[in-house]
């Protein structure tokens, strides 16, 4: 807004930090006759985070078939070695087919811990090669479905909702809500910026509210109605989020080393709300740049360093979050599809069909690779290009809420005209 | 000469005595009567337009609102200069046809040109129309016959404009016959692949359960397929050009040979089989003219108009009205506008804001200048409303149960926070809202802020928190962000 000069002389400077300046100094703590009542801890709650790699992320560069024959045929610069050639490009051996890229130390450091399950040749049934929609299958749990909105994450939510449920119990630490969380269920979504500004600034607007004596609840007047539900809610995102600040402000800081992407900025931030032992239970994260058409570089290039922050990260949070709630918390890592079986002319790859995931977390039944393996020859392919799909993503994800939350997804319709025939993989010791 | 300022200033400080002496805060008490003609008004500005720019609460007031509202019947008649002027700079390709619509399809960069236009469109025409009203029922129509521009992103222009806009005061089946004839539906929802043998069935349900009757509200599975087969063979492609040119252009047009030549019935319509494309229309005004598809979409305009629940005796006349005038919309919205519902405590700001009915209400109530909707569009999509993006044909809800989550309100605070620090790249508020305000004395600053957003009604709470700053800026934010602005 553009002021007279005049204007400015008799308008004070305290400007934006006139009603936050008290808030500021104290950090985020408010006036004691409007602060939302501080919440007792709850117990360990189990968490699941779901880590949706963007793109189409590349198996065979993840979990490597180093000892299959064609593999280095279909592979002619991006293949990398077998562990004995002590190499920059040797894998880190899991068992007799598959290693670790080499980028991925502290993932194969948990797999030996068995703490890290591979699973491989895991995707869709759905043919589409489109991120858009093959994104949209999978975080809605409705592979082929146009008309479905909902994340299945959102939908577990919905389905097990109680009027006592912990303000952080499903949280999204970016700005644009990942579709898996999106649903009737309200995720607690953090802004990018000034969420402490928009709270300090709002919070009188929207006191928390309870009758008092004598007063009548609004009958009629459905427009008082609706004012005061919007109170409500007001008054709930700001107990929401003060609690989600405060929880990340007044954290100890971690004794493990992130790495500096914003993955890890995420990964660490829920590290702290798990040890907050506030009932969180569900988030999700987006990590987007895994379509490599050109120069894929899984040892050096691009792939290999994301590969590496996505270990890095997980390591540390793993480390971070300490043995006891590692037990109550699983990392889901997933992508829309993997990616053709031969390179391209560009030293990438393009669009393909069955991809990779990988369950981290302490409940995992480790030092095995899951998921049933055919190999890389052309006859075994999927239209003869890519990887097939042996496991539906919804038998994995069926599995995760099963083992950790005791939900089972199947027996309720969590996925829609799902008819679920497979057997579960196991990777949670739960069959 | 009447003081029109101190006349709105000694009724808006009777409010705010009436809220000093009641339990409750800032409504007047719970009385079951007609609203005062400035509530009217005021019910008017927030209902049938995007609510109020600065000054146009007294502008409807001193014309009387019925006035007002029956010029806005009459979208045809009033002027919209400003709004041309910049329709012509950012959407050029609103007058293009289908031919023109359809090359731009097979270039991505046109593709994506054409559908940054459309959105331009929608946003421009919201905040900028003197129409207001044509611009409230045009959101509507849009969400009832929705297309997701993302599947149809030239189509989806040509439609807006010529089957959409063209029709909104039309007869209701003449609108619907025209969006099932236009490429953008028969693509969207898959019919222009239906052939007999190979049905798609996927139209057909939504005709009857979204477009026409309601879910489960008079028609079987039976029906549906049925309502299939009369279909088949509705299709779009090049297609001969009228007796008077030459050549062929891209259209809707019956494939003769994919069409199914049984006979069929449509909720109680029986058809031979051989009647060809008539059968179809046959079907579709027969659909039109049930009493149930009357209740249908009279139910969803009295909630869009009036409440989240309306009563069934709302519901019921205007049903009638729909059914007597043969679905002549304008009789219909005529209908709902001046029924005693519309007018009354009741229903009076009973509505909780869409994200769409936010971000237009600020821009309108800051007098905004738009150089760029890029910001905007970002917002819309933040706030779970991307323009013209819904993928379920079901549409964007109108109701607060839809809109009413702990999250929302963040991002609605956040950017209001962000325009009064001109941080909306491409938005700038604008003279109509700042002049008055640099003219006010320090002393006047909160009650003028709060009565040029919120034109007519009190907010004693919220005046006390703006009372507490003296940067005007804070106190815009707090009532962009406050609860009454969030109602409608």
């Known amino acids: 807004m553009v002021m007279s000069s005049t204007r400015r002389e008799f308008m004070k400077a305290t400007g934006w930090c006139a009603l936050g300046a008290a808030a500021a100094t104290s950090g985020v703590t408010q006036n004691a006759d409007a602060a939302p009542a501080k919440t007792a801890p709850v117990k360990t709650s189990p968490t699941v985070i779901a880590v949706y790699l963007r793109g189409g992320a590349d198996a065979l560069s993840a979990i490597v078939p180093f000892t299959d024959r064609d593999y280095a045929k279909v592979r002619p610069s991006l293949a990398l070695s077998g562990p004995d050639s002590k190499s920059a490009r040797s894998v880190l051996p899991l068992d007799a087919n598959f290693g670790f890229n080499p980028n991925m130390k502290e993932l194969h450091a948990l797999y030996e811990k068995g703490m890290c399950a591979p699973i491989t040749c895991v995707g869709s049934p759905h043919d589409t090669r489109s991120h858009f929609d093959a994104q949209d299958f999978m975080e809605r749990g409705a592979p082929g479905q146009k008309f479905i909105s909902t994340g299945w994450l959102n939908r577990y939510l919905q389905h097990t909702r109680t009027s006592k449920d912990a303000n952080l119990r499903a949280v999204s630490l970016q700005s644009l809500l990942p579709r898996s969380l999106r649903g009737d269920y309200p995720v607690l979504a953090k802004p990018d910026q000034n969420a402490e500004l928009a709270m300090n600034l709002y919070y009188r607007l929207y006191p928390q509210k309870k009758f008092k004596p004598g007063e009548k609840p609004p009958s009629e007047n459905l427009g008082q109605r609706t004012r005061k539900e919007i109170e409500e809610f007001g008054a709930k995102t700001i107990e929401q989020l003060f609690e989600l600040t405060s929880v990340l402000e007044t954290a100890p800081a971690s004794t493990a080393r992130y790495p500096t992407s914003g993955f890890a900025r995420q990964m660490r931030d829920l590290a702290k709300l798990i040890k907050a032992d506030r009932g969180f239970e569900v988030s999700a994260i987006d990590y987007g740049g895994w379509d490599h058409h050109i120069n894929e570089g899984p040892v050096a290039g691009a792939m290999g360093r994301m590969l590496g922050d996505v270990s890095a990260t997980l390591g540390a949070f793993v480390e971070d979050i300490g043995p006891l709630r590692a037990q109550t918390t699983l990392v889901l890592v997933m992508s829309e599809f993997g990616r053709t079986v031969h390179e391209n002319g560009n030293q990438g790859t393009d669009h393909g069909h069955g991809g990779f995931m990988l369950a981290v977390g302490g409940k995992v039944s480790g030092h095995r690779v899951f998921g049933r393996w055919t190999g890389l020859s052309e006859d075994k392919l999927y239209e003869k290009r890519d990887l097939p799909v042996h496991t539906d993503f919804r038998v994995v994800f069926a599995e995760t809420l099963k083992g950790m939350f005791g939900f089972d997804g199947i027996k309720l319709k969590l996925f829609p005209e799902y008819s679920a025939d497979s057997p579960p993989l196991g990777f949670l010791g739960v069959a | ?488």
């Open chain 2, 1 to 488: 000469m009447r003081n029109c300022l101190s006349g709105f200033l000694r009724i808006a400080l009777a409010g705010v005595v009436v809220g000093v002496f009641s339990p409750s805060r800032a409504q007047p008490p719970d009385l079951q009567r007609r609203l005062t003609p400035q509530e009217s008004a005021s019910q008017v500005l927030n209902r049938l337009a995007f609510g109020p720019r600065p000054g146009q609460l007294t502008e409807v007031s001193d014309k009387g609102w019925q006035k007002w509202v029956a010029e806005q019947l009459q979208p045809q008649t009033i002027a919209d200069v400003d709004l041309e002027k910049r329709l012509a700079t950012h959407c050029p390709s609103l007058s293009k046809n289908l031919d023109e619509v359809r090359a731009m399809e097979s270039s991505e960069t046109e593709r994506g040109r054409i559908k940054r236009e459309l959105i331009d469109a929608v946003i421009l025409r919201a905040v900028y129309s003197q129409r207001q009203f044509q611009e409230v029922i045009a959101e509507f129509w849009r969400n009832h016959f929705n297309v997701d521009v993302n599947k149809v992103p030239a189509l989806a222009m040509h439609y807006e404009e010529n089957v959409l806009r063209k029709h909104a005061f039309g007869k209701f089946e003449d609108l619907l016959l025209a969006t099932a004839k236009h490429p953008a539906m028969l693509v969207y929802l898959d019919n222009y692949v239906s052939k007999a043998g190979g049905l798609n069935e996927n139209y057909a349900r939504e005709l009857m359960e979204l477009h026409t009757l309601g879910v489960d509200n008079g028609y079987t599975q039976r029906d549906v397929i049925d309502l299939a087969r009369v279909l088949t063979g509705w299709t779009c492609g090049a297609r001969a050009r009228g007796r008077s040119a030459r050549g062929q252009e891209f259209g809707f047009f019956f494939n003769e040979a994919a069409h199914d030549t049984n006979p069929a019935t449509v909720v109680g319509l029986q058809l031979d089989g051989f009647g060809g494309m008539a059968d179809g229309e046959k079907a579709i005004r027969h659909l039109a003219r049930l009493r149930g598809t009357a209740e249908f979409i009279s139910t969803k305009l009295c909630r869009y108009l009036v409440s989240d629940a309306p009563t069934k005796a709302l519901v019921g006349r205007i049903a009638d009205v729909f059914q007597k005038s043969g679905g002549d919309l304008r009789e219909v919205y005529k209908a709902i506008i001046f029924s005693l519902e519309f007018t009354h405590s009741r229903n009076y700001r009973s509505k909780f804001k869409t994200p769409f009915e936010f971000m237009v209400s600020v821009l309108r109530a800051t007098d905004s200048d738009i150089t760029s909707t890029q910001r905007i569009v970002r917002e819309m999509a933040i706030m779970g409303q991307p323009i013209y993006e819904c993928v379920e044909p079901t549409g964007y809800s109108d109701a607060a149960e839809a809109w009413l989550d702990p999250g929302v309100l963040v991002f609605r605070w956040n950017f209001a926070i962000q325009l009064v620090q001109d941080k909306v790249s491409g938005v700038k508020a604008g003279p109509a809202f700042l002049n008055p305000l640099l003219k006010t004395s320090p002393g006047n600053l909160t009650h003028k802020v709060r009565s040029m957003i919120l034109p007519g009604i009190s907010e004693p709470a919220t005046e006390k928190m703006m009372a507490q700053t003296s940067d005007p800026r804070v106190m815009v934010a707090l009532v962009l962000g406050s609860p009454s602005f969030q109602q409608q």
